[in-house]
T-cell receptor, first 112, second 110 residues
Framework: DQQVKQNSPSLSVQEGRISILNCDYT??????FLWYKKYPAEGPTFLIS?????DKNEDGRFTVFLNKSAKHLSLHIVPSQPGDSAVYFC???????????FGPGTRLSVLP | DVKVTQSSRYLVKRTGEKVFLECVQD?????MFWYRQDPGLGLRLIYF???????EKGDIPEGYSVSREKKERFSLILESASTNQTSMYLC?????????FGSGTRLTVV
């Protein structure tokens, strides 16, 4: 059974609007979370992280929210740009970054 | 700039062949990882290593082995390739603030 779930395989958003990508996890011991972005034919690249002692982390247009009680995190991209079109993976670790479990990914398409 | 280099972008191998996938990192990281990426399944961990000559099984180690003779190099070995090992293979190194991934090797087993 998947410990990290991304229930939306794909998402389409208009340029300039907000993109919200969701991630749910089942292991309450997870204490560190990452988001990666992956373009076709390239390896994933690190986007943003959050530890379990926080509920929000911002980096430019990207904000990650963590709701520990709901075992849910989300990535907000504002404003969305066509270059944001990629597959986004959520990842979680239960030993502070030693080893991550990845979700199946959500393909984001930002339409001009 | 930090780099993880995978020796091949595309490989086509026959069923039963022994396949070597090579990965080299120039960041002096102790931790290195091999993942495979399949549609709808995300990235699944095959093997990882925290130090030279050290290896640990990930979630799906069956049919694979690894070698870490030097800190910068982590090799994935398919002992006898099968068609269900057709996949994108990604090597990564790093810790805590995220991994650096290589560009991936798309392996097709025919």
């Amino acid at each position: 059974d998947q410990q990290v779930k991304q229930n939306s395989p794909s998402l389409s958003v208009q340029e300039g609007r907000i993109s919200i990508l969701n991630c749910d996890y089942t292991n309450s011991m997870f204490d560190y979370f990452l988001w990666y972005k992956k373009y076709p034919a390239e390896g994933p690249t690190f986007l943003i992280s959050i530890s379990s002692i926080k509920d929000k982390n911002e980096d430019g247009r990207f904000t990650v929210f963590l709701n520990k009680s709901a075992k849910h995190l989300s990535l907000h991209i504002v404003p969305s740009q066509p270059g944001d079109s990629a597959v986004y993976f959520c990842a979680a670790s239960d030993n502070y970054g030693q080893n991550f479990v990845f979700g199946p990914g959500t393909r984001l398409s930002v339409l001009p | 700039d930090v780099k993880v280099t995978q020796s091949s972008r595309y490989l086509v191998k026959r069923t039963g062949e022994k396949v070597f996938l090579e990965c080299v990192q120039d960041m002096d990281h102790e931790n290195m990882f091999w993942y495979r990426q399949d549609p709808g399944l995300g990235l699944r961990l095959i093997y990882f290593s925290y130090d030279v000559k050290m290896k640990e099984k990930g979630d799906i180690p069956e049919g694979y082995s690894v070698s870490r003779e030097k800190k910068e190099r982590f090799s994935l070995i398919l002992e006898s390739a099968s068609t269900n090992q057709t996949s994108m293979y990604l090597c990564a190194s790093g810790y805590l603030n995220g991994y650096t991934f290589g560009s991936g090797t798309r392996l097709t087993v025919v």
